[in-house]
């Protein structure tokens, strides 16, 4: 079975702190994504990478940035975390370069910036 | 980029009911359409898709049509369960060729005893 993990379930952060999440995959996939979910919004990209060091930009990446430095781990970086950055964000991955395919989520990390 | 519409965003049916979920997408060359469900404290999960190639695909309980002609997609769940209880999404291809997907905002079901 996929597993992705994420290094944090509940995370709590003061304005203005750098915060890093971290997510790990266990298949060797190519495609990794972090996506923010909120009340009414849904899900909404905020980055992505389809291999090593190699990241684009999502729907909704201001006030992030994100590292891939080895091809199982994608990490989310917030500069200097900001009160409506609060949400939950999600890590998934997923095998194939294009033309749909599954992707695997990890349980979530729930954000909270004061 | 695509546009994904879903409707309703919350549904409320009794158990043994039948659930419907539909959604709309704007980009007439999306070929892949899956959903996904999210139960309470974990991420979602895919339960069926289907490519632009068929109209419908089964998998015991759960069903999706696609009309491509419409541009539209619904998850058809008969038979509900308690454990039905969830938030689903759909999803169409983002663009640029990678393999992206845009969301529908999500439907929170619940199936009451």
């Known amino acids: 079975d996929v597993k992705v993990t994420q290094s944090s379930r509940y995370l709590v952060k003061r304005t203005g702190e750098k915060v890093f999440l971290e997510c790990v995959q266990d298949m060797d996939h190519e495609n990794m994504f972090w996506y923010r979910q909120d009340p009414g919004l849904g899900l909404r990209l905020i980055y992505f990478?389809?291999?090593?060091?190699?990241?684009e930009k999502g729907d909704i990446p201001e006030g992030y940035s994100v590292s891939r430095e080895k091809k199982e781990r994608f990490s989310l970086i917030l500069e200097s975390a900001s009160t409506n950055q609060t949400s939950m964000y999600l890590c998934a991955s997923s095998l194939l370069l294009a033309g749909g395919d599954e992707q695997f989520f990890g349980p979530g990390t729930r954000l909270t910036v004061l | 980029g695509e546009n994904v519409e879903q409707h309703p965003s919350t549904l409320s049916v009794q158990e043994g009911d039948s659930a419907v979920i539909k959604c709309t997408y704007s980009d007439s060359a999306s070929n892949y359409f899956p959903w996904y469900k999210q139960e309470l404290g974990k991420g979602p999960q895919l339960i069926i898709d289907i490519r632009s190639n068929v109209g419908e695909k089964k998998d015991q309980r759960i069903a999706v049509t696609l009309n491509k002609t419409a541009k539209h997609f619904s998850l058809h769940i008969t038979e509900t369960q308690p454990e039905d209880s969830a938030v689903y999404f759909c999803a169409a291809p983002g663009g640029s060729g990678y393999s992206t997907l845009t969301f529908g905002k999500g439907t929170m079901l619940l199936v009451s005893p």
């Open positions: 990478s389809y291999d090593v060091k190699m990241k």
